[in-house]
Nanobody, 121 residues
Framework: QVQLVESGGGLVQPGGSLRLSCVASGFTFSNFVVGWYRQAPGKEREVVAAIGSTGGEDTTNYAASVKGRFTISRDNAENTAYLQMNSLKPEDTALYYC????????????WGQGTQVTVSS
């Protein structure tokens, strides 16, 4: 059974940090591009960061709004992806989702259930 389970969300003050985790099971995690997305109330879901592998090396991409503050990483041996979030701002408040996708004859696209991040004083 395919699963992505996020954890690590919570309430944090502006300027604080959180580390989100995404544990995968039921598929070959290392073959998939992993992304973190977020959705704030009344807004569309947006990509925050993504990590893939090219030639054995990880490649990362970030939304402009989080570049320099967030870091995405993965541990394929543990089937886990992380999102380290520093210098958090109130506008980072959202439900954060983990996504894994791969194209192999067709798209395989998996989502977690989300973890809430609230940045407030």
């Amino acid at each position: 059974q395919v699963q992505l389970v996020e954890s690590g969300g919570g309430l944090v003050q502006p300027g604080g940090s959180l580390r989100l985790s995404c544990v995968a099971s039921g598929f070959t995690f290392s073959n998939f591009v992993v992304g973190w997305y977020r959705q704030a109330p009344g807004k569309e879901r947006e990509v925050v960061a993504a990590i893939g592998s090219t030639g054995g090396e990880d490649t990362t991409n970030y939304a402009a709004s989080v570049k320099g503050r967030f870091t995405i990483s993965r541990d394929n041996a543990e089937n886990t992806a992380y999102l380290q979030m520093n210098s958090l701002k109130p506008e980072d408040t959202a439900l954060y989702y983990c996504n894994a996708r791969q194209y192999a004859s067709r798209w395989y696209n998996y989502w977690g259930q989300g973890t809430q991040v609230t940045v407030s004083s």
